[in-house]
């Protein structure tokens, strides 16, 4: 069973920077495609971005383009997000995914607990 468990979020301030981090268990990680995505509160799943099994050129929504890295260490099983500049409309629950774009939105993912990501001033 996929096991992933996100770490990093937190509370900051507007205009600053969190880097989260997803640890994954349990299936072959460098043969997966692995997203981002999130979910405000009273919104659905939003997907975030997206990186290739070989750690390719990262794909990202409009909302986070320029602003957000993903990058992926596959020796150690690690996926990682760098927000910086975060907004407050980017306050959500952040996952990691299974699959690319938004079919890491759907039931069909594997995703983790997620880790709160709250940005006020």
């Known amino acids: 069973e996929v096991q992933l468990a996100e770490s990093g979020g937190g509370l900051v301030q507007p205009g600053g920077s969190l880097r989260l981090s997803c640890a994954a268990s349990?299936?072959?990680?460098?043969?997966?495609?692995m997203s981002w995505v999130r979910q405000a509160p009273g919104k659905g799943l939003e997907w975030v971005s997206s990186?290739?099994?070989?750690?390719?050129?990262?794909a990202y929504a409009d909302s986070v383009k320029g602003r957000f890295a993903m990058s992926r260490d596959n020796a150690k099983n690690t996926l990682y997000l760098q927000m910086n500049s975060l907004k407050t409309e980017d306050t959500a629950v952040y996952y990691c995914a299974t699959g690319w774009g938004v079919f890491a939105t759907t039931g069909a993912a594997s995703r983790g607990q997620g880790t709160q990501v709250n940005v006020s001033s």
């Open positions: 349990a299936f072959t990680f460098n043969t997966r495609a």
């Open positions: 990186m290739n099994s070989a750690g390719g050129a990262p």
